[in-house]
């Protein structure tokens, strides 16, 4: 080691002796290690840079890199051939490829100094990185939101469910029921109980939707004149009705209700409730 760093910048020493078969020297391990380390270097980038080229189709100055890709490539096998010749002195195959190397670095000199004004404006991506990131941090956060929201949502759902069943059975066991209807129409825009107390079996899909689902033809016209009588005196509905029953029996229902304010599509809506007077509606006969 000594006397090869005696002799760094002398000439006396040549870099390697062709042909050598056996051991070493320092400056033939140097050469040797040296041009093998540098061949995996090229070898490396070239790879990596081939596979962004061939997954990346869309990648803007793909000629120049593809230029990049060649020029690391001939160095590598430059790098290469340069480490065998210590066993096989092929000097005219490397004259060969050391001159198409020095080929592909002018033309890819020449292409890169044509296109570096056109890379360099380029904008930078570390803008763009850190702006992505913040909307991604900001999608993930609305989408976290969105995620409790939906479950408060779904657990106040879950309660008002259980909370109305709770009130039909309460209503049903009263024999009692609301609603809010249009005096003009007959339509009613929500109920609870109603289909229950006239005896049909509860259906939370399928709500009464007019009267004429559970009145008879003259019950429901005396319903709907007596309310917009009160309507029209501004005053609060309170009748009694009668409703045939089963075996030639007399129903009697009350039916009490005031203006809705709570619609104000609707000019004509009234709120209130109805309860069995006397009788059991559970055979009652509709027309």
Same mark, same amino acid.
């Given at each position: 080691?000594?006397?090869?760093?005696?002799?760094?910048?002398?000439?006396?020493?040549? %870099?390697?002796?062709?042909?050598?078969?056996?051991?070493?020297?320092?400056?033939?391990? &140097?050469?040797?290690?040296?041009?093998?380390?540098?061949?995996?270097?090229?070898?490396?980038?070239?790879?990596?840079?081939?596979?962004?080229?061939?997954?990346? +189709?869309?990648?803007?100055? +793909?000629?120049?890199?593809?230029?990049?890709?060649?020029?690391?490539?001939?160095?590598?096998?430059?790098?290469? !051939?340069?480490?065998?010749?210590?066993?096989? %002195?092929?000097?005219?195959?490397?004259?060969?490829?050391?001159?198409?190397?020095? $080929?592909?670095?002018? /033309?890819?000199?020449?292409? $890169?100094?044509?296109?570096? %004004?056109?890379?360099?404006?380029?904008?930078?991506?570390?803008?763009?990185?850190?702006?992505?990131?913040?909307?991604?941090?900001?999608?993930?956060?609305?989408?976290?939101?969105?995620?409790?929201?939906?479950?408060?949502?779904?657990?106040?759902?879950?309660?008002?469910?259980?909370?109305?069943?709770?009130?039909?059975?309460?209503? $049903?066991?009263? +024999?009692?029921?609301?609603?809010?209807?249009?005096?003009?129409?007959?339509?009613?825009?929500?109920?609870?109980?109603?289909?229950?107390?006239?005896?049909?079996?509860?259906?939370?899909?399928?709500? $009464?939707?007019?009267?004429?689902?559970?009145?008879?033809?003259?019950?429901?016209?005396?319903?709907?004149?007596?309310? +917009?009588?009160? !309507?029209?005196?501004?005053?609060?509905?309170?009748?009694?009705?009668?409703?045939?029953?089963?075996?030639?029996?007399?129903?009697? /229902?009350?039916?009490?209700?005031?203006?809705?304010?709570? &619609?104000?599509?609707?000019?004509?809506?009234?709120?209130?409730?109805?309860?069995?007077?006397?009788?059991?509606?559970?055979?009652?006969?509709?027309?």
């Amino acid at each position: 080691m000594f006397e090869f760093l005696s002799h760094l910048f002398g000439p006396t020493d040549p %870099p390697f002796k062709s042909g050598t078969t056996g051991v070493l020297t320092t400056g033939e391990w &140097i050469h040797l290690v040296s041009d093998t380390c540098i061949f995996f270097g090229y070898a490396t980038i070239s790879a990596l840079l081939f596979i962004l080229l061939m997954r990346q +189709r869309h990648l803007p100055y +793909r000629g120049v890199l593809w230029m990049l890709w060649l020029f690391f490539a001939m160095c590598g096998a430059t790098r290469l !051939l340069a480490a065998t010749l210590f066993y096989y %002195p092929a000097f005219h195959l490397m004259e060969l490829l050391k001159a198409l190397t020095a $080929v592909t670095s002018i /033309i890819t000199m020449f292409i $890169v100094f044509k296109n570096a %004004p056109l890379v360099l404006s380029l904008p930078s991506l570390i803008p763009s990185y850190k702006k992505s990131q913040d909307e991604l941090e900001t999608l993930r956060r609305q989408s976290l939101s969105h995620a409790e929201a939906r479950r408060v949502l779904e657990d106040r759902a879950s309660l008002l469910t259980v909370r109305d069943r709770r009130v039909r059975r309460a209503l $049903v066991g009263t +024999r009692l029921a609301t609603a809010s209807w249009d005096a003009q129409s007959g339509a009613i825009f929500w109920e609870n109980g109603l289909r229950e107390l006239f005896g049909e079996p509860q259906q939370l899909e399928r709500p $009464v939707r007019d009267w004429n689902e559970v009145l008879d033809d003259r019950a429901r016209s005396v319903l709907l004149e007596s309310t +917009r009588a009160a !309507l029209l005196d501004h005053a609060s509905l309170d009748l009694t009705l009668s409703v045939p029953g089963s075996d030639r029996t007399t129903l009697d /229902i009350r039916i009490r209700a005031v203006r809705d304010d709570a &619609i104000p599509q609707s000019q004509s809506a009234v709120v209130g409730s109805v309860a069995v007077v006397s009788g059991d509606l559970a055979h009652t006969r509709r027309g």
